[in-house]
């Protein structure tokens, strides 16, 4: 019953704005974390943003900071990413995953979504 769902990916410009979402089944929210990676063609699955779900604590990637947003919605079981500013080498896969600990590596997390592409043109 542990499902994670992604949505919000597409192809559009440099410079334009997505919100990707990642609807959880309530009982993924045992985790702790709730996290986004992103994987691009050729290169590993890399993190991109968490946030401790009781607090809203967040944390993020050096390469993201200051365009991309990661927020909370408790009474939709729901994590966003708000992605400003796009670049073309944003353009990945992106995953919603669960970890149970703050974790920046992809074997900490538990469950994971199926991905939603970003593709960001010049």
């Known amino acids: 019953q542990v499902q994670l769902v992604e949505s919000g990916g597409g192809l559009v410009q440099a410079g334009v704005s997505l919100r990707l979402s990642c609807v959880a089944s309530r009982r993924t929210f045992r985790s702790y974390y709730m996290g986004w990676f992103r994987q691009a063609p050729g290169k590993e699955r890399e993190f991109v943003a968490a946030i401790r779900w009781s607090l809203g604590v967040t944390y993020y990637a050096e390469s993201v900071k200051g365009r991309f947003t990661i927020s909370r919605d408790n009474a939709k079981n729901t994590v966003s990413l708000q992605m400003n500013s796009l670049k073309p080498e944003d353009t990945a896969v992106y995953y919603c995953?669960?970890?149970?600990?703050?974790?920046?590596?992809?074997?900490?997390?538990?469950?994971w979504g199926q991905g939603t592409q970003v593709t960001v043109s010049s």
């Open positions: 995953a669960a970890a149970e600990q703050l974790s920046f590596l992809t074997s900490r997390y538990n469950y």
